[in-house]
């Protein structure tokens, strides 16, 4: 399995912990970036795009629980990275925390390298399965990713512009709750931020076994909207 095309960003406030796991990593054909605490992550994730990251929970000024609520919460590109914690915080309550935070996966330390590597590659192609998924099934419809094409019980259903962009953003980013400015900034032209309400009561319409009540096409609050597919 090659790893060559994954970026991985590795905070820790533990420098020689940092230097040794990015040795390591890259040694296993991962390209690294670290970061020292937070808001030096902060700063890295406006330069780049990353397929994972590892973050420590114990840091000064800002702690890596807080952090992954910041990147759960923040602009698309960032709000689907998979997050594995890597922190002496062992108890099963750090972990409930963790993973309430949006984790992936959590690890506690000390741990053997070897088996952090067979956590991120297991997150890392979780990912890709899900990226590669091309029909999702929500009731009696089912949507094509790739033709952008839904159909309910097989026959085709007629999509407006907005709806199909919009449809393809929620498609992209499944499981994930979206809001207005999530959506204006993945649509592909122009969208009046005030008009999303309307356009999602459209689209449940054709989505939803039961637009009233919907399952599919939900609304999260105070996070906006989100796709959960059966499939």
């Known amino acids: 399995m090659t790893m060559t095309k994954f970026h991985i960003l590795l905070v ?21 970036s670290t970061a020292r605490d937070a808001a030096h992550a902060r700063e890295l994730m406006t330069l780049f795009v990353f397929d994972l990251m590892i973050l420590d929970v114990m840091m000064p000024e800002e702690d890596g629980f807080s952090l992954a609520e910041f990147i759960r919460s ?14 002496a915080m062992g108890e099963t309550e750090d972990k409930i925390t963790g993973l309430s935070h949006g984790a992936d996966d959590y690890l506690c330390k000390p741990f053997d390298p070897r088996e952090l590597l067979l956590r991120i ?5 979780r ?18 990713l790739k033709t952008n094409r839904l159909t309910r019980n097989g026959v085709p259903i007629s999509l407006t512009t907005v709806e199909s962009c919009l449809l393809k953003i929620f498609a992209r980013h ?11 900034a993945e ?11 309307v356009q999602i009561t459209r689209l449940r319409r054709k989505v939803e076994d039961d637009p009233k009540i919907p399952r599919y096409l939900q609304t999260i ?9 059966e499939t």
């Open 12 to 32: 820790d406030d533990d420098e020689r912990l940092r230097d040794l796991l990015r040795k390591f990593l890259v040694e296993n054909d991962f390209f690294v």
């Open 127 to 144: 990912g890709q399965s899900l990226d590669q998924k091309t029909t999702l099934s929500m009731g009696k419809t089912q949507y094509d």
């Open 121 to 125: 590659r297991a997150v890392l192609k």
């Open 174 to 184: 499944r499981g994930k709750a979206l809001n207005r400015e999530d959506l204006v």
């Open 74 to 87: 923040g602009p698309v590109r960032l709000k689907d990275t998979p997050i594995l914690f890597l922190t």
């Open 221 to 229: 609050r105070g996070k906006g909207y989100i796709l959960i597919p």
């Open 187 to 197: 649509y592909e032209g122009e969208l009046n931020p005030r008009t999303i309400d």
